[in-house]
């Protein structure tokens, strides 16, 4: 805690009540706080200092002389103040004015320790770490529940990260293995397919996503079976290529074959989930962290793009697919 801090919460919660104090004690400890105050430091103090006594010798040496003869003087004063002595009229201005600069100070000085005090019990927010993105209907094609066998509503990683992924009963998933409803067809057989964020978002440290792979078999491993695009606002998309046995691999590693069940880029590709399908072989969830460059995260996050690639390698005429099955942002 600053030390401005500490001074305000003093000001305000460590002030010594005495209930047996006298009033001639409170009314002498009352003057001796005024004469205390900071606003008499300084060239302030001094000219006070100094008009105070020179208004009291001059009172007292106009009044030594004959004290009875000034006594129409003070009768006079009373009835007309600006027939005073000058010195008695500038005197009593000064006084003043320091009494006004005194209270004014105190008064904005509460206000601004008593301001101090609210912020201080005002419960603090703490932001989530993830954010959660549904994946919308116009892409999404499938239920993860038809997939896979007792899911957990929600997932964080073994690695050191602890990504946290939301998997609501009702989750929809994107598999490019079906049809999807609002594509872009791209040259030599890619299909392009994305949607808008519900609201832009900006401070993201990362982008994560569960995804796998689908019949990767080894003809495929080094294939670019797709592209994801984060698309910023005002600035140039952060691409990232998925290749087969780099950063993404086959969601079905219990399938007998000869499929990709590796990755070789663990900085990216993590594993998130294990258990079984429905028909109970077993099956993985993979985490595929995109990094956000650091002169990209005040920028807005507006939309993620997918692209597939559905070229075919011999003998295979299936082709190789990918699956989305979750979306969360890291945030700074």
Known sequence: MLAQEQFAIQKVCA?????????????FGKIKDILRDPVWNGIVGLIAILTALGTVIAFVSSFIPSLADRTQNITLWLLEPFAMPRYIVMGGAFALVVL??????RYFSSLASISFLQKLNKPVENKPKFVPI???AQIANAYLSDRFLDLPSRIITPNNDKVEFQLPAD????????IIRYVMPRDYGWEEFGFRLPKPVQNIKSVHFLINSGNSLMAYNGFKVGEIKLIFKDTPPIVTDLVIGKNIREWCIGNPGNYVREVSDHLVNNLAWKGDNKEGVRAVMD??????????????LEQIIFAHNKATKPP???GAHFSVFAITLELE
């Open 15 to 27: 002030m010594p009540i005495n209930i047996n104090e006298k009033p001639e004690r409170k009314i």
């Open 287 to 300: 985490d595929l962290k995109i990094p956000v460059f650091e002169v990209l995260r005040n920028n807005l």
């Open 171 to 178: 989750s929809l998933i994107l598999d490019t293995n079906i």
């Open 134 to 136: 549904p994946l919308p």
């Open 100 to 105: 006004i600069v005194m209270t004014t100070k």
């Open 316 to 318: 295979d005429q299936t």
